[in-house]
C-alpha cells in the first residue's frame, strides 16, 4: 500500500525564524532575570528564607522545563548531592535535629540553585541568560539600596560579609557577559561598580579573594590577560577617570571607600602578625575556633558529630568552612564539598578551547577567590557560590558538547 503524504503546510519563513528566535532569548532572559532577581533578594531579605529561595527556584526550574524539557547533572553536581546525602544520613547520630535543619534545608536548596542555573547556561543562548541574570542582579540589588541607603550609608546591623558576597557574584557575571559581547564597555563598567561597592563593604576576606583571584588569573593566563588589557587600556583609562570623578564628586561614598580600603589594610596586617590588631578584634576569637574544631575532629575524623555539631557546642559556627565540615561532617563531608572545587579545576585544566580562554581565566580567578573565602566563611549552602559553580561549569561544557554535537552531525548514517 502506498504511503499517503501528509501535507505539512509551507516551512517557516526566515522571518518567522527570526521571531520565534527574539521570542525564545525573551524568554530565557525573563526567567535567568528572575532566577538572579530572587537568589540577590535572599541576601537581605530576612523573611525570604533559603527554604522560601529553594521553593521559587524550583517555579522558575519548571519554566526552564517548559522550554526546554531537560537539565544537566555533572559531577559536580553528584558530588553536591552525595553531600545532601550524607547530611541526611549524619541525622542519625546529630544531637540537635532541630538545629541541623540550619544546614540540611539550605543544602537542598544549594542543589536547586545549581540544576537552575546550570540548565540557563547550557540550553538557552549565552548572552541572554547571561543578561538577564545580569538584569536580575542589578535590579535586586538597586532594591537593596533603594531600602538600606548603602553605600551613601551604612544600615543599622549592616552585614557585610553577605552583602560584599551578593556583589561579588554579579562581579563575576558582569565580567564573564564582556565575553559573550561585542561591546566591553557596558560589563566592563558594571564590574568597576560591583568592585567598588565590594570595597565600600569592609569585608576584609571577600577583597582580599578578590585580590588572590586576580593576581592567580594573572599568571595562571598571563598571555591572555596582557592581551586583553592591551586591547582595552584606552576604555580602562577612561573609566578609571570617570569613576575617579564621581567619587570625588560624593563625599559619602569617598568615605565609605576609605574606610572599605583602611580594612583590607587591617586585614593584611592582620595576616602578617596573626593576632588582634587595633580595628579588629576577631583573630583570637577565630583561632580558638580553629583550635576547638581541629581537635573535636581529630576525635571522629571519618564521618564527624553531626549536622551543626559545631554550633550546637559552642553556639556559633567556626565561621569557616573547612573547619565546620570536618567537625560535623569528617573528612566524607569536607571531601565532598571540596571535591567539586577540585572537579571545576580539572575542567579548567582539561579545556583545550583556545576561544573559551577568557572565560577560563575569569572562572579560574572566581574559583581561587572562592576557595579563599571559604576559609574564613562558611559557604557550604551559600547559594552565590552556588551560582559560581553552575554557570562556570556549564560554561566549560558548552565547547566539548558542541564538539560532540559537530562530531555526531558529520558522521556518515548508518544502513
Sequence with gaps: MPHTLVNQGPPPSAAQLRVNRLLTQVASFLVAAGSGFVVTVNAYVESFSLANLGAVILVLLVLHLLMYPRFVFP?????????????????AWTDDVGLAMNTLVPAITFLLVLIQFAALATYHDVRAMLA???GGFLVGMALYTRISGFPFVYPAGFSY??????YLIGLFVAALSTRY?????????????????????????????????????????????????GRTAVLLVALASVVALALTANDA???????????????????????????????????RWLSEGLSGWARNPLFGHGVEAFRARFGSTSHSTPVDLLYNSGIIGAGL????????????????????????????????????????GTMHYNPF???????????????RLRSIRDRVATQPAQP
Design 75 to 91: 559531577r559536580e553536581f553528584v558530588l553536591y548531592a552525595g553531600l545532601v546525602g550524607y547530611f541526611t544520613i549524619e541525622l
Design 132 to 134: 538577564g541574570t545580569l
Design 161 to 166: 560579609n553577605a552583602i560584599a558576597g551578593m
Design 181 to 229: 559581547t561585542r561591546s566591553k564597555a557596558p560589563g566592563l563598567v558594571v564590574a568597576a561598580v560591583f568592585w567598588l561597592l565590594i570595597v565600600a563593604t569592609t569585608s576584609i576576606k571577600t577583597n582580599l579573594g578578590i585580590a588572590l583571584g586576580i593576581m592567580a588569573a594573572g599568571l595562571m593566563y598571563s598571555r591572555h590577560v596582557g592581551k586583553v588589557f
Design 253 to 287: 561614598l569617598m568615605k565609605r571607600l576609605q574606610e572599605g580600603s583602611d580594612r583590607i589594610a587591617i586585614g593584611i596586617e592582620v595576616l602578617e602578625s596573626r593576632d588582634d590588631v587595633e580595628g579588629y578584634a576577631a583573630f583570637d576569637s577565630r583561632a
Design 337 to 376: 564539598f571540596y571535591g567539586m572545587f577540585l572537579s571545576l579545576g580539572w575542567r579548567l585544566f582539561q579545556s583545550r578551547d583556545r576561544s573559551s580562554s577568557g572565560v577560563r581565566a575569569i572562572v579560574f580567578g572566581g574559583l581561587v577567590c572562592y576557595l579563599s573565602v571559604t576559609l574564613s
Design 385 to 399: 557560590l552556588a551560582v559560581f559553580i553552575a554557570i562556570s561549569t556549564a560554561l566549560l561544557s558548552r565547547p
